[in-house]
């Protein structure tokens, strides 16, 4: 009932923020919000965007397997906040582009376009689905099954919470709901970890040492090279993660792309690019936290990393405060996700497939028959579901925005063209042949691909289309565009 009364609470403010919250109910308000974001919001409002639910869950779990080595991606995604901010927002600003896949159309042709943004469109409902999944399940496993609550109800009632708010006023309305929920996601984490601290009976520079002290807290990982945790693996990987994920994905350029100027959204892209590493710091201590107190308390750690914090939080082992506070850190973590990738997915869609930007009923209906297919797809993983979410996000990525990023570095970084009509064949084989060499490295040279099967993926997409082109001169803008990148 507890978690009931907070889920009925956080759902009645999001709703009042999103009323209150600038819009309009044109498409050129839901999909670029006129262009009028201070960039100090956008950049709040995307940490909570970026740190999903499954992070939320699943980064302090993490501890028990990787210990702290996920911070060495983290470290590289600031260089991939950077890249962004100063190779691909430039061009983006300079197109004056609704969706980032246009510049796919005029470089490479219209058929790169489709393929980029049908790519785009699986991967993000997938991976989205997979995200919200979390918040879905924790209550159905928490709350509802004592009530004999089918598991399809709950998503069906969760989906259509975020269907209702951002039908109207989408990404100019996300704006300031994202940053309402990434501080009650930051308020509430903070309140977990001195709730755990007090159950131990260590004050705040005990837990610091007990965590440094903690083999759990190791960070670095120099000494092997075959380990996917190596700090070069891993580092490489988390930049070009944030290039595909960030980037070249509709869903979170599209807040970007709301700021006044471009020296707004570099700002943006640049400030809330250092807030990952001290974000997930405190996930990960947290779980080295959490791993004490059941050593403390004499109780089994869970087979699954994921199941960690609920096995403490969810369940009133410290507390109605923590009950509180681990759900609302669940749904504002989930809902800030999702949200977005919702109104990213209707805009792709609307704009790059059906080609009706400015048709604001097509607009509309598409908006709703998405989120009848996200609904979809959360049953799918509910079904399917039994790795480590977030290894299988990053595995979705790895081979499905692995062609995205071939498609733009061929684009941004050569003079040559290809043939268009052959790219949707290039786009779908790479991934496929990513897959056999991973399998045959693993069985052959007993190496195992971790996040880096991304770069693979990417390079093998820009060699398909390298090899199918011929040296010619661009057209004139499109030559101007190259050197000014």
């Known amino acids: 009932m507890l978690i009931l009364l907070t889920l009925v609470t956080y759902i009645g403010i999001l709703f009042l923020v999103s009323r209150l919250a600038p819009r ?7 999909f670029r919000g006129q262009r009028r974001s201070p960039w100090y919001l956008v950049a709040f409002g995307m940490v909570g965007a970026s740190i999903s639910g499954v992070s939320f869950v699943s980064v302090p779990g993490m501890v028990g397997t990787t210990q702290m080595t996920y911070l060495q991606c983290c470290m590289g995604f600031i260089a991939g906040y950077f890249l962004v901010a100063f190779v691909l927002l430039p061009v983006y600003y300079r197109l004056n582009l609704t969706s980032i896949y246009a510049y796919l159309g005029q470089r490479i042709g219209p058929r790169a376009h489709r393929t980029a943004s049908a790519f785009f469109i699986l991967s993000k409902t997938a991976a989205s689905a997979l995200k919200f ?3 879905c399940l924790l209550l159905q496993r ?8 089918p598991f399809i109800v709950t998503v069906a009632v969760l989906v259509a919470v975020i269907w209702l708010y951002t039908r109207r006023g989408g990404i100019r309305t996300l704006v300031w709901t994202d940053t309402f929920q990434t501080l009650c996601m930051l308020v509430a984490l903070g309140l977990i970890v001195v709730q755990v601290v007090t159950a131990l009976g260590l004050t705040p520079g005990e837990a610091l040492q007990a965590v440094a002290d903690d083999s759990r807290s190791r960070i670095f990982v120099f000494d092997d ?7 070069w693996k891993q580092f490489v990987s988390g930049a070009f993660i944030v290039v595909v994920m960030t980037g070249l994905d509709q869903d979170m350029m599209q807040k970007n792309l709301t700021c006044r100027t471009l020296r707004d959204a570099q700002k943006d892209m640049c400030s809330y690019g250092f807030a990952f590493v001290p974000v997930n710091l405190l996930l990960l201590t947290l779980g080295v936290l959490l791993s004490q107190l059941a050593a403390q308390q004499g109780t089994a750690l869970p087979s699954s990393g994921d199941e960690l914090l609920p096995m403490f939080a969810a369940t009133g082992r410290l507390g109605d405060i923590v009950v509180v506070c681990f759900t609302i850190g669940v749904m504002a ?3 800030s996700s999702a949200d977005s990738a919702l109104t990213a997915l209707t805009t792709t869609l609307t704009v790059d497939l059906l080609r009706k930007e400015d048709d604001t009923r097509t607009r509309q ?7 009848v297919v996200f609904a979809v797809f959360i049953l799918l993983v509910h079904a399917l579901n039994s790795r480590s979410l977030i290894d299988a996000i990053y595995t979705i990525v ?3 925005y692995g062609p995205l990023l071939g498609m733009f570095a061929f684009g941004l970084f050569t003079r040559r063209t290809t043939r268009d009509s052959a790219v949707p064949l290039i786009a779908i084989a790479s991934p496929l042949l990513c897959f056999a060499i991973s399998i045959l490295s693993e069985q052959l040279c007993h190496y195992r691909f971790g ?6 993926n990417g390079m093998l997409t820009f060699a398909g289309l390298w090899c199918l082109t011929k040296k010619e001169r661009l057209p004139h803008s499109h030559e101007q565009e190259r050197r000014r990148n």
């Not at 309009?24 to 839901?30: E, M, Y």
């Not at 209906?365 to 989120?371: D, F």
């Open 24 to 30: 309009g109910t044109d498409n050129a308000s839901f």
């Open 398 to 400: 790895g081979y499905t």
């Open 333 to 335: 973590s989930s809902f």
């Open 365 to 371: 209906r598409v908006h709703l028959l998405l989120a």
């Open 142 to 149: 928490f709350v509802l099954d004592a009530y004999g609550v």
């Open 225 to 231: 090279w075959l380990s996917t945790q190596h700090f």
């Open 133 to 135: 999944y979390v918040v």
């Open 451 to 456: 996040y880096e099967l991304l770069l693979l």
